[in-house]
């Protein structure tokens, strides 16, 4: 299991993605639709349309991690503002997953 820092910055993707992309795909979605920097010290958090799978994206100095979990019984709280991007600390984000 993998720690993530208390001052860790998150960045959740509002809308539901198409999850067959993968780390380039969604390293674009950063950049061109939330308007960040994908290697900024971030995460950035996608769902699905039935938001039963999460994605997580972030940089670690070497290279992109992705990190896919999938509930099986339940599905995600994902916000439902009217932004694309809805930042998170940390700890929300433990809470979330």
């Avoid at 010290?41 to 799978?53: D, G, M, P, S």
Wanted: hydrophobic share 50%; with cysteine.
């Amino acid at each position: 299991m993998f720690r993530l820092a208390e001052d860790l910055r998150v960045y959740l993707h509002r809308d539901p993605i198409d999850f067959r992309c993968g780390i380039n795909s969604l390293a674009i979605l950063v950049e061109q639709s939330m308007g960040l920097n994908p290697f900024e010290r971030a995460a950035f958090a996608f769902c699905n349309r039935r938001r039963t799978r999460m994605k997580l994206l972030f940089f670690d100095r070497s290279g992109f991690v992705l990190v896919l979990k999938a509930l099986t019984e339940d599905k995600f709280r994902w916000p439902k503002r009217a932004e694309t991007v809805v930042a998170l600390t940390a700890e929300q984000l433990r809470w979330l997953l």
